[in-house]
């Protein structure tokens, strides 16, 4: 009984309470509180309360703003990430759209109309918000490194920027190991990353032998949508021998080194290390010959998919204050393949090209077989004797 005219007396105060300006309203919020005991902070809130509860409003009991993007625009923009390399929402956000064209134009969207024009519409901040909810397996581990000086290593000129001044075709290069061990061979990833458009071209070899190194360098050259103008390695044995460096003068392919012990010099190839190699391969080890065609077939696909579909944020900006880095990213990602294009130091006809290649390409179809070819590799390595590893 005493809730009920407590009720009634804040019902019949409601009215005049919400006309009132500040002033007012504080007077009778006074009157309430001496009549019911309550506390002026309860007050407001039962007001509150009065004011937005309407019981001939259908789903009015619910407060709060509407949920825009229900489950089923999630589970679009899960099917896009998922497409799309699962990156990062700063990283999806541009490309959504066209994987969406894409994906509609190869009869692989099954979302409603409703659903998509949603999708499009959804901003950065959202979709980082909906992506970080995603949940992401991947197994973390550690590399170890096989670099080691050579005594030729005083032949190659030491180059350390600035890089962001360089035309494409001016990219570094870098071994990755696929073992737990140091000893012994396994199989190695060449890995070319382009510093002015990010382009990545992986291949595997077997060991890291000067032979090998030169080998899969006239492969990453074949795969060039542009000539290739310079290289720059470390100083690991695998690139500072006769063998490479001659061929690079043949080919005319500007060669220099980082300095010794600073993997700053190499930053944009030992960032695709970890961003490329490890995400797609894993830490596992390949201690069998045969994997290096099955890797080889991984990146043959893998190379037009991170070349097309995959976005790069490109850091433009650090500074220390005090013991603490603040960085600064370009606002919007661009694809290895959108930045060829507006570059001018690239050719129209390779630009044509190019062009050419990606209206024939889907990332989901790209990102399928990835994953198909990954599993054969992982069968092959299983077959070998390496049961215990884990996949």
């Not at 290069?173 to 061979?185: K, L, Q, Y």
């Not at 080919?251 to 944009?268: L, V």
């Not at 065609?293 to 991170?306: E, K, S, T």
Request: hydrophobic residues 35%.
């Amino acid at each position: 009984m005493i809730m009920a005219t407590k009720n009634d007396i804040f019902k019949e105060k409601l009215s005049a309470y919400l006309q009132s300006d500040k002033k007012q309203k504080g007077e009778i919020l006074k009157n309430v509180c001496f009549v019911t005991g309550m506390h002026k902070k309860s007050a407001v809130r039962k007001f509150g309360n009065l004011r937005d509860y309407d019981p001939w409003k259908e789903g009015d009991k619910k407060r709060g703003p509407h949920e825009t993007y229900g489950a089923d625009v999630t589970v679009a923009l899960k099917k896009v990430w998922e497409a799309g390399n699962e990156v990062c929402g700063e990283l999806i956000h541009p490309v959504i759209e066209e994987y969406v064209t894409i994906l509609k134009r190869d009869k692989m969207w099954k979302h409603t109309q409703d659903v998509t024009e949603k999708l499009l519409q959804m901003s950065e901040g959202t979709v980082k918000r909906r992506v970080g909810n995603f949940l992401k397996i991947r197994k973390k581990g550690k590399g170890i490194s096989a670099t080691r000086p050579a005594h030729i290593k005083y032949l190659v000129p030491i180059f350390t920027g600035p890089w962001k001044d360089k035309a494409p075709g001016h990219g570094q290069i870098d071994t990755v190991r696929h073992s737990n061990s140091a000893f012994g061979d396994c199989v190695f990833t060449l890995n070319y990353t382009d510093a002015a458009t990010l382009m990545v071209i992986p291949r595997a070899q077997w060991n890291k032998g000067e032979f090998a190194t030169r080998e899969s360098m006239k492969q990453i050259k074949e795969r060039f949508p542009f000539p290739w103008l310079g290289a720059h390695p470390d100083s690991g044995s695998e690139f500072i021998n006769r063998m490479v460096i001659d061929w690079c003068k043949e080919e005319k392919i500007d060669y220099s080194r980082s300095r010794p012990n600073h993997k700053n010099d190499n930053m944009h190839v030992e960032e695709r290390n970890g961003h490329v190699i490890r995400k797609f391969v894993r830490y596992v080890t390949l201690n069998c010959p045969d994997a290096v065609d099955a890797l080889n077939d991984v990146y043959d696909m893998l190379y037009p998919y991170l070349l097309h579909f995959v976005a790069v944020r490109r850091q433009i900006k650090k500074e220390r204050i005090n013991s603490q880095y603040r960085r600064k990213y370009e606002k919007k990602a661009k694809t290895p393949y959108l930045r060829i294009l507006e570059h001018a130091g690239v050719s129209e006809e390779d630009k044509v090209k190019l062009k050419n290649a990606h209206e024939l390409l889907n990332p989901l179809t790209l990102k399928n077989e990835i994953d198909k070819r990954l599993k054969r590799l992982y069968d092959i390595q299983r077959s070998f004797g390496n049961s215990s590893e884990k996949f």
